[in-house]
């Protein structure tokens, strides 16, 4: 008879030992979110943090590029500029009110403003009507004793593209590169594609009469000769830089602080904008500008203790606090020249002043990883500071 032989059933995993691996499965998926949740925060944190350094950069780049034009005039020698020792044309407002705030933080600023004469972005070239030379010169229409024409004060310019042609407006100086000679432009110009027809006059019409230099009626100086390089300037601006709250993000009720920049014609009494206006950065939290005539071993507009000072606006912040340090500075240095800012609207152009310029931006969004205790949500800011002698500062003018 056959053997009976019974087989074994197969071994498998007790409930005991599915529980004991199912904990050790739960605690290495922990581990691993945590570990993915840590990276996923650096991956955030860094890249906000590159890009607040980013627009700190941008910021001061571009704050360089402008101060280094600050105080230029390039009509000088034709038209200086006509400006007020009481709104002078370099001045710093310190911890005024930002507009638009409401309660958000920041709520005060500092607000840079200067002057210069801004040439547009492109050189034009003269286009002679007959021959290699164009206009009569003053001189030799005071020789001749002929009356300027018409043809004495209006010129034909190439631009080089209609974009070029079309930003020349009435107002604007025109400037020759080849003798250095600018006019303004006394009508609406004229334009054929990218060319540009324009009428010029000059502010001493009457002295070509008497000396034998100068403008009879509105012809020029010098004569220019075809193929001229030219440059056509906006005169005497004067630019403001400060923060503002704009409603840029439809997510953020209060707004976002950015640091902006307005343009517009030079006034004895107040800014005006005329131009659109610029915005150069977003959630810029702090603009602080500060002054020294002494090399940077003291900065106007800094306290004793090395904090920012409290004063405010134009006379308490400006004539009696910036402006007041600046002088203590001055005197003690031993310029021969100058020993204060005051009697002159120009002393930023005839004494050496350094510029400290402090950026402080914001990450774009609040994080707990950011709060000092990690348990509220908060901003991580970044400071940068630039300090320059502006290439213009320290030239005199007299």
């Known amino acids: 008879m056959a053997e009976v032989r019974h087989s074994r059933g197969v071994a498998g995993f007790s409930l005991v030992e599915l529980l004991v691996a199912l904990v050790f499965t739960m605690v290495l998926m922990a581990g691993m979110a945590s570990v993915y949740r ?23 780049e571009v704050l360089l590029d402008d101060l280094n034009q600050a105080c230029l005039y390039l009509t000088d020698l034709v038209q200086p500029p006509s400006t007020s020792e009481t709104w002078p044309p ?12 409401g309660t958000e933080t920041p709520q005060t600023t500092d607000e840079l403003y200067f002057c210069l004469d801004q040439p547009l972005p492109f050189e034009a070239t003269l286009n002679a009507p007959t021959g290699s030379e164009t206009h009569n010169s003053a001189g030799q229409l005071v020789f001749a004793d002929t009356v300027p024409a018409i043809a004495d004060k209006t010129f034909t310019l190439d631009c080089g593209s209609d974009t070029y042609a079309g930003q020349v407006r009435q107002g604007h100086w ?33 002295s070509a009469a008497i000396t034998g230099s100068g403008n009879p009626g509105n012809a020029l100086a010098k004569r220019h000769l075809n193929g001229s390089r030219a440059l056509f300037v906006q005169w005497n601006q004067m630019v403001r830089y400060r ?3 704009l409603n840029l993000d439809p997510g953020s009720g209060n707004g976002i ?22 915005i150069l950065a977003e959630n810029v939290t702090e603009l602080s500008v500060y002054l020294s005539a002494n090399g940077g071993a003291s900065w106007a507009g800094l306290a004793s203790s090395g904090s ?11 004539n009696l606090g910036i402006r007041t340090a600046l002088d203590a500075q001055l005197l003690a ?41 990690g348990d509220a949500l908060a901003f991580r800011t970044f400071t940068q500071s630039l300090v320059l002698l502006p290439r213009h500062s320290g030239l005199s003018m007299n």
């Open 333 to 373: 240095s031993g310029r021969p020249d100058f020993t204060s800012t005051r009697g002159t609207a120009h002393w930023f152009r005839s004494t050496p002043i350094l510029v400290r310029l402090d950026v402080t931006t914001r990450t774009a969004t609040r994080r707990s990883e950011y709060s000092a205790a």
């Open 174 to 206: 025109l400037l020759f590169k080849d003798a250095w000679e600018a006019a303004p432009i006394t009508a609406a110009p004229t334009r054929s594609g990218k060319t540009v027809t324009v009428t010029v006059a000059t502010s001493d019409p009457a």
């Open 308 to 318: 920012k000072a409290g004063d405010i606006g134009l006379d308490a912040g400006w």
């Open 257 to 278: 602080p950015c640091l902006v920049r307005d343009q517009g014609d030079y006034s004895r009494t107040a800014f005006t904008p005329t131009q659109p206006q610029q």
């Open 243 to 245: 923060i503002e709250y």
């Open 38 to 60: 840590a990276s996923l925060s650096s991956f955030y944190t860094s890249g906000e943090s590159l890009s607040s350094a980013r627009r700190n950069r941008m910021s001061l």
């Open 90 to 101: 370099f001045l710093i407002l310190p911890n005024m009110d930002i507009q638009g705030r």
